[in-house]
């Protein structure tokens, strides 16, 4: 009987010292992940606290010393690090490099107002003109001090415009107005069509029906025009 309660009070006494023991790596747990999460909450508190554009200036600058420092290691072994970076970038990323850079020398902000469109074309036509200094040379010397001239000066009847040039701006309004006509999405009237609407809205409206419900009514339409429906 003693040894069984002896037992017993030393199997209580294991369960108890186990229980204090998963106790402790609970409190020990539950620390650990206190103090986790309040460094989880000061590192996001000072994300916070960044610019809206940090993550991109850091893999930049991340990106910036790669690049410096495999540029140096390629000059060390005598190597052209350009060319080298080169090869290791397949056709479709140097492609949208390629085009990246086009854009940005030349960026198509499209069109804002007619103001900033004329200095757009403006710019472009400036842009394809070359010089003759020759004639430039010898219209200074006809015209004399009017070549400059002034706000009193009359140009009319001293200058007389050469074909060639009267051609090339032609050619140019030509260019302009098939370039209008092919990005155009006016839709041309059909006259032999069915006339189902009211005025242009309610066409558009019936447009739409018939794009999107017209094979499920086609039927129903038909033997109503026959008038066979039931």
Known sequence: ??????????????KHAERMKRLRELHVKRNEARQQNHKEVIEEDKR????????????????????EAARKAAQEKGEDYERTKLLHIDATEAERIARKKKNR????????????????????????IKPNMDSY??????????????R????????EDKKEAVDKMVEDLEKQIAKRERYS???????????DYINERNAKFNQKLERF??????????????????
Not at 185 to 193: E, G, L, Q, S
């Open 48 to 67: 916070s606290k960044l610019p809206s554009n940090w993550e991109s200036r850091k893999r930049q600058a991340e990106w910036i010393v790669q690049d």
């Open 1 to 14: 009987m003693d040894n069984e309660n002896a037992n017993n009070e030393k199997s209580l006494a294991e």
């Open 105 to 128: 020398k030349n960026p198509d902000p499209g069109f804002s107002d007619y103001e900033q469109a004329a200095i757009r074309q403006y710019n472009r036509l400036v842009k394809n």
């Open 213 to 230: 419900y017209g094979e499920y009514t086609r039927e129903t339409k038909l033997n109503l025009e026959r008038g066979t429906a039931i």
């Open 152 to 159: 009193n000066t009359i140009l009319h009847g001293l200058h």
């Open 137 to 150: 040379d010898e219209t200074k010397e006809k015209l004399g001090p009017a070549f400059y001239g002034d």
């Open 185 to 195: 999405r006016r839709r041309m009237h059909n006259d032999d069509a069915d006339i």
